[in-house]
């Protein structure tokens, strides 16, 4: 068997459509245009990219967006300053800082000086506290973009077995936590496996589905899972560069042994990378309706 290909690429690409429209909606019946910040410290050349991408597809949907790059040796104190400027400005409904942060500046006291209502990252503690409990609130865009990517293949997850792989604040937890939840693409039964998990091999065989957010190229093999496994690959991993200087990208699986075995696979890139901008655009949008008080 070999699986169906999951296209990241395809899903955003619907869903940005839908917000397309909303965007323009917002603009015309209620002179609404979303704005988005982006905050970014020092020079790392992915999460510029990442960034730039950010920018990018919030211009090609009609939502205004400031780029702001700070200096490497930016202080904690300009960065909080900056990030003030930007919860009081009315032209900007979503804030987003780059993480990770340079080694000097406490990257809790930047996220938690975030206003909530603008934290369209939802990692803020009052956005993570409603997430918890199933309240309303913005979700932190990748977990989003991976419920997301499940419920429109039709992936069923009620009474499922997912391993998640990697508990950090980004991926793993906020996923093992919604897909445990009574919601679309969840009422799943969980295990979360770690650094310190002992026998990964054995968790990973008995899933139905596997979520791998671990940052390590093809850590999980086709030895490790069974026939018919449903894989989301998290991971972003540049292991080279062409001779044009690009980067070669590859996932925190081995995709061509995996989806030879798999039903469903996330490939790397085109997967979970592209919905995690859109389910950015899609908070955005969100914040501004708040704001605006639009329903
Ligand atoms: N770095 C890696 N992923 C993310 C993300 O989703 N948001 C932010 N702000 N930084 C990240």
Request: net charge neutral; charged share 25%; hydrophobic share 40%.
């Given at each position: 068997?070999?699986?169906?290909?999951?296209?990241?690429?395809?899903?955003?690409?619907?869903?940005?459509?839908?917000?397309?429209?909303?965007?323009?909606?917002?603009?015309?019946?209620?002179?609404?245009?979303?704005?988005?910040v982006t905050i970014?410290?020092?020079?790392?050349?992915?999460?510029?990219?990442?960034v730039?991408?950010k920018?990018?597809?919030?211009?090609?949907?009609?939502?205004?967006?400031?780029q702001?790059?700070?200096?490497?040796?930016?202080?904690?104190?300009?960065?909080?300053?900056?990030?003030?400027?930007?919860?009081?400005?009315?032209?900007?409904?979503?804030?987003l800082?780059?993480?990770?942060?340079?080694?000097?500046?406490?990257?809790?006291?930047?996220?938690?000086?975030?206003?909530?209502?603008?934290?369209?990252?939802?990692?803020?503690?009052?956005?993570?506290?409603?997430?918890?409990?199933?309240?309303?609130?913005?979700?932190?865009?990748?977990?989003?973009?991976?419920?997301?990517?499940?419920?429109?293949?039709?992936?069923?997850?009620?009474?499922?077995?997912?391993?998640?792989?990697?508990?950090?604040?980004?991926?793993?937890?906020?996923?093992?936590?919604?897909?445990?939840?009574?919601?679309?693409?969840?009422?799943?039964?969980?295990?979360?496996?770690?650094?310190?998990?002992?026998?990964?091999?054995?968790?990973?065989?008995?899933?139905?589905?596997?979520?791998?957010?671990?940052?390590?190229?093809?850590?999980?093999?086709?030895?490790?899972?069974?026939?018919?496994?449903?894989?989301?690959?998290?991971?972003?991993?540049?292991?080279?560069?062409?001779?044009?200087?690009?980067?070669?990208?590859?996932?925190?699986?081995?995709?061509?042994?995996?989806?030879?075995?798999?039903?469903?696979?996330?490939?790397?890139?085109?997967?979970?990378?592209?919905?995690?901008?859109?389910?950015?655009?899609?908070?955005?949008?969100?914040?501004?309706?708040?704001?605006?008080?639009?329903?």
């Amino acid at each position: 068997m070999s699986a169906t290909i999951i296209s990241g690429t395809e899903v955003a690409k619907a869903i940005r459509e839908e917000l397309k429209t909303e965007v323009a909606d917002l603009k015309e019946k209620h002179a609404v245009v979303p704005g988005l910040v982006t905050i970014l410290v020092g020079e790392d050349p992915a999460s510029q990219s990442y960034v730039s991408a950010k920018n990018k597809t919030a211009h090609a949907l009609g939502i205004h967006s400031e780029q702001i790059t700070l200096p490497a040796d930016t202080s904690e104190q300009d960065l909080l300053a900056t990030v003030e400027k930007y919860n009081k400005d009315k032209n900007i409904h979503g804030i987003l800082v780059q993480l990770p942060l340079p080694k000097h500046i406490n990257e809790t006291n930047v996220l938690y000086a975030i206003d909530p209502d603008k934290d369209v990252d939802g990692f803020h503690p009052v956005n993570v506290g409603k997430m918890v409990l199933g309240e309303e609130c913005f979700l932190p865009c990748t977990p989003h973009g991976i419920l997301e990517l499940l419920s429109r293949s039709g992936v069923e997850t009620s009474g499922a077995e997912v391993v998640v792989i990697g508990r950090s604040n980004i991926v793993g937890k906020p996923i093992a936590n919604l897909m445990l939840q009574k919601r679309k693409a969840g009422n799943a039964t969980i295990t979360l496996c770690h650094t310190r998990t002992k026998d990964m091999a054995a968790h990973c065989k008995r899933a139905d589905i596997i979520i791998a957010a671990v940052g390590v190229p093809k850590m999980v093999t086709a030895d490790m899972v069974k026939d018919g496994v449903v894989v989301i690959d998290v991971g972003v991993n540049r292991i080279g560069k062409t001779a044009d200087g690009k980067a070669i990208l590859a996932g925190d699986v081995d995709f061509d042994a995996v989806k030879e075995k798999a039903s469903y696979i996330t490939p790397v890139p085109g997967g979970v990378g592209p919905m995690t901008i859109t389910m950015l655009m899609k908070n955005t949008v969100q914040a501004a309706k708040q704001i605006a008080g639009v329903k």
